[in-house]
C-alpha cells in the first residue's frame, strides 16, 4: 500500500513539472516578421551577470531594426549594409553580439540558404532610448556563384536582435542561393 502512495505521489509531481510555468513565448506577441524556423535563431550570448550596471537586454520589441546599403560600399560582387537597431523603448537596455540575419521567401517567411556568418569580437553595449547599435552586414551576389548557387527570389532578411528569439522582416526584394553550403552573408557584432 505505501510503494502505491509512494508512486501516486511521484506521478503528481512529475505530470505537475510538465505543465507551463509562464515562460513560455506567446505567439501574439512576435513581431511582424514571417515565422521563423528553429536553424536561423542566433545562438544567446548574454551579457554576464554585473555588466552594465544590471541594465535589461534590449528585447525584439523595443527596437526598431533597419538595413541601410553603404553608400559606394562594396567591392566587386559584394555589397555592405548597415544593420541598424535602435532602442525605441522608454529604458536603457543592453545588448552584446552579432544580429541573426538570413534571407526569406514565401508569405510563411521560409528560410533561403544558410544564415550569417559570425566575424568579430563581440562588446557589451548600452543603448539609452533612441540610442542606436550597427552591425555591419556583407552579402555576395548570387550570380557569382553559377549553377550550384540555386538561385531564389526572396522577399527579404529576417532579422534577429543580439539574444532575442522574435525575429523582425526587413523588406528587400533580390536573389540568394538556396544551396546551403553557399555562404552568402557575413555579419560582425554590434557596436555603439
Partial sequence: MRVYATCAVLLV????????DG???????????????ASSAPEADEPSA???????TCATGDLSVVVTPESGGGAE???YSDV???????EPCAMTGWPGVSYVTGDDGEQVGAPADREGDPAVITLQPEGTATA???ETNAGD????CRTTEVRGLRV???NQQDAVFVERPGEACAFTEIHQLTIDPVTG
Avoid at 509531481?13 to 507551463?20: A, E, F, H, T, Y
Avoid at 515562460?23 to 524556423?37: E, M
Avoid at 554585473?50 to 535589461?56: F, L
Fill in 13 to 20: 509531481l512529475l505530470v505537475s513539472g510538465c505543465g507551463g
Fill in 23 to 37: 515562460d513560455a513565448p506567446d505567439p501574439s506577441a512576435s513581431s511582424s516578421a514571417p515565422s521563423p524556423t
Fill in 50 to 56: 554585473g555588466d552594465e550596471d544590471q541594465v535589461a
Fill in 77 to 79: 560582387g559584394t555589397q
Fill in 84 to 90: 541598424t537597431l535602435t532602442n525605441t523603448g522608454g
Fill in 136 to 138: 555591419r552586414l556583407a
Fill in 145 to 148: 556563384y553559377g549553377d550550384v
Fill in 160 to 162: 534577429y536582435p543580439p
